[in-house]
């Protein structure tokens, strides 16, 4: 990994789009400190202090500390991830949008410019809820129809500018823009969890060390696990030369997903609980979930466990399409040895993606619930419980190795390409 960071560095264009990321977060955390106008911050500090729940606690982890400051960018990024759900699962649903994500480019385009609309209505709603929660609080006091709609303007104006910070950092960055925003809200947390991580008892202190560093092996270890498929080129005439056939694979990841389905599967287990936080004793049905699906609890654990198993088959099958593949081969004269081209290729690529998603989704499910399963038998933890929690653990690594992956396939296409001058 230092290898990779040190000879991204000596690479002039890389240099700067690490410089590049490191200004745009630098711009993401700022935005976090800066308060909306018209919130009293020690009204606020006071309420939250008294009645601080375990979701805020959560929501304001992927927030990166600026939900318990009402600052601008307060919702963060969760409207945008929601937002995403929403269209790819409508996706299946709808042959419309079904047949322009099949269109390529500019049906993706057209699928982002939708999923963009949504986010800011949904952050739009969301601030007004999260404003009246605030106020029943007591946290806003004084609050007039004009400070209402001038703090929920500025709250979906924040998430806006946190999406366009995000695909700003995926275009013109390294990583995947939105995947980093998180990872810096999750990182911001961490010296206040080492802290209270130093206030433990030594047995406790010890034992959460040796699971958070199981937890990190197992992820590299299952993250960088793939699965290679023989591929047999044929000879054959393009043109007037003749084209060598050649033996080469296709890498299939144990986990293909990535991060992607822990972290859609926390923006859901989440939304119960968040409702009848908003809510309050109107929230009726969601109050009565919200109970059972209370951060930390049994249900909550075994529900996020299975929606992270839905979320990577999902995911997966979004990311990887056995029928484009087998197509692709085909036209290149490319085949699996053994295996006919055209659409037996499709099923038998089909079938091996789908058992090899099964231990990928199991041991997402697996990695992200340990810690949490540890503190029910450690409730002194529950102070260090949002940053080493499975769920938290799980997107710092996953996001740091597909940002090192990234940097190294540039470095190498940045060698291939002084080789051919």
Do not use: C
Request: aromatic share 10%; no cysteine; charged share 10%.
């Amino acid at each position: 990994m230092l290898e990779s960071i040190l000879n991204s560095l000596r690479s002039p264009e890389l240099r700067n789009k690490l410089l590049f990321t490191a200004f745009i977060l630098i711009i993401f955390r700022f935005g976090s400190f800066v308060p909306v106008p018209g919130v009293d911050l020690e009204a606020l500090e006071a309420s939250l202090a008294n009645n601080g729940s375990q979701v805020l606690q959560f929501l304001n982890l992927f927030a990166g500390g600026a939900l318990t400051r009402f600052a601008v960018f307060a919702l963060g990024i969760m409207p945008y991830i929601t937002a995403s759900i929403i269209l790819q699962l409508m996706t299946v649903v709808i042959p419309s949008l079904e047949k322009l994500q099949k269109e390529g480019e500019s049906g993706t385009q057209k699928i982002t410019q939708y999923t963009r609309y949504l986010t800011v209505g949904l952050a739009f709603f969301q601030s007004i809820a999260y404003v009246m929660y605030f106020r029943s609080q007591d946290a806003l006091p004084g609050l007039d129809v004009q400070s209402f709609y001038l703090i929920v303007l500025s709250l979906t104006a924040g998430t806006t500018m946190v999406m366009w910070l995000g695909e700003l950092i995926t275009q013109r960055g390294v990583g995947n823009g939105i995947s980093l925003l998180i990872f810096a809200s999750i990182v911001a947390s961490v010296p206040s969890a080492i802290s209270g991580w130093l206030a433990l008892a030594p047995v406790t202190q010890a034992v959460i060390l040796l699971l958070v560093l199981a937890v990190v092996v197992g992820v590299v270890f299952v993250n960088e696990g793939q699965r290679r498929i023989p591929i047999q080129y044929a000879k054959r005439v393009v043109g007037r030369r003749m084209t060598s056939g050649g033996t080469t694979y296709m890498p299939l990841r144990v986990n293909m997903a990535g991060v992607i389905p822990v972290i859609f599967a926390a923006s859901v287990v989440i939304i119960p609980p968040t409702l009848a936080e908003l809510g309050g004793a109107a929230s009726g049905t969601f109050t009565t979930i919200a109970e059972y699906l209370s951060p930390g609890s049994w249900y909550y654990i075994i529900f996020e466990a299975l929606l992270i198993i839905m979320f990577t088959y999902f995911y997966t099958a979004v990311q990887f399409n056995p029928v484009d593949q087998a197509d692709n081969l085909k036209k290149h004269g490319g085949f699996i040895p053994g295996v006919r081209p055209g659409r037996p290729t499709a099923v038998y690529l089909d079938r091996v993606v789908t058992r090899l998603t099964l231990p990928g989704a199991i041991y997402l499910a697996i990695v992200a619930e340990i810690p949490n399963l540890a503190f029910q038998w450690l409730p002194s933890a529950n102070t260090v419980f949002g940053v080493i929690g499975g769920t938290s653990i799980l997107i710092i690594v996953g996001v740091a190795l597909d940002t090192i992956r990234q940097m190294e396939a540039q470095i190498m296409m940045r060698q291939y390409e002084g080789f051919l001058k």
